[in-house]
Every structure is written in C-alpha cells, then in structure tokens.
C-alpha cells in the first residue's frame, strides 16, 4: 500500500489526542495566566491575588522538609502517576472499532459493526435460525459468535466454526480476527 493510503488508513483507524492535548493547553495557559498575573501584581506593589511568588518559591524550597512527611510524599507518588498515565497516553495507540481491509493497493476501511453483522448473516443461514438469533460482537482482535437455536432444531457446530472462518478469512482484515463460536443450550420458541 502506498505511503498516503497507509497514512489514511492509520488517521482512520486510530483516535487521535485531540481532547488530552486541548485540556493540557488550557491547564497550562490558565497556570501562565495566573503566574504572570501575580508577577505583575508584585512589579506594581499590589496585594497577591493568592500568593506571591515569592512566598510561593519559599514553599517550593521549604516543600521536602514539611510535615507529615507521608503526606509530601503520597502527592508526589500522585503526581508522578499523573505523568506516567499522560506519558502512555500519549505513546500508545488508541484503537477505533475499525479495521483495515485488504483489497489490493486500495485502503479500505470496515467499521466492526459491519463486520459483525456480515457475520451473524452468514452464521444465521449456515445454522438455519432466524434473524437475531445469532449474535457477533467485534472487537480489536476478535469476534465472538453466540447462537440460539430454535426449539427442537440441532444446530451443526463444526459447520458455524467453519461458517465463521470461512467467513473471517474472506474478508482478509488487518489485524486479523479470532473467533469464538458458542452454542446455547436452550432454545428460542421458532416463528
């Protein structure tokens, strides 16, 4: 696939850190804000809005010999994980329900909805029960089948595995899907 289709497809497949950034821009121009409101405070001898910055650096300097001593540290211990989780964040990837379709040098995109449902088509008529009665949930790397069959009528187990293989390999999805194919026990009274 060329390199604006595997760009596309990429934009198209994974969300982006639009909200996270945002937020984290508004936090910071607010800090800056407010820092640079009360240095201009102190430059006009006026009274601190909350504190000044200079009995603000002499807390910062003062902060590793306050007390409770567990307290400091659990908020360090905190905002220490704050950053961790923003680092993850921003490195791993965030999946959508969506996955790629191979399809020569085409991009094809397949929302995993779409995917289920061409699923559940195919099991219903390979396990003869009616619409509804099979259920396929999607997600990043697997599809589970779930079939009611109707009263007094077996379904062919190994015939839905293979249904649901066949089915999965013919869509040649990227990343590829699992599945789980399970009978219930009890039946649904047929129409």
Do not use: F
Request: glycine share 6%; net charge positive; charged share 20%.
């Amino acid at each position: 696939m060329s390199a604006p289709y595997a760009r596309i497809v990429r934009r198209e497949t994974h969300s982006p850190r639009t909200a996270t950034t945002i937020l984290l821009a508004v936090l910071i121009i607010l800090a800056c804000a407010y820092a640079g409101t009360e240095l201009i405070l102190r430059m006009l001898g006026q009274p601190a809005l909350l504190v000044s910055p200079a009995d603000a650096w002499t807390w910062l300097a003062t902060l590793p010999t306050l007390e409770p001593l567990a307290a400091i540290s659990a908020g360090g211990a905190l905002v220490a994980v704050v950053g961790l989780l923003l680092i993850l964040h921003a490195i791993r990837s965030g999946r959508l329900a969506r996955h790629e379709m191979v399809l020569g040098d085409r991009a094809v995109i397949v929302d995993n909805g779409v995917l289920a449902s061409a699923i559940a088509r195919r099991v219903e008529t390979v396990a003869r029960v009616p619409q509804g009665q099979a259920a396929v949930s999607v997600s990043h790397r697997r599809a589970i089948v779930e079939v009611t069959p109707t009263s007094g009528i077996p379904v062919d187990e190994e015939s839905v595995r293979r249904a649901v293989a066949e089915e999965i390999a013919s869509y040649d999805v990227r990343p590829a899907l699992r599945h789980t194919v399970h009978i219930k026990q009890t039946g649904a009274i047929g129409s």
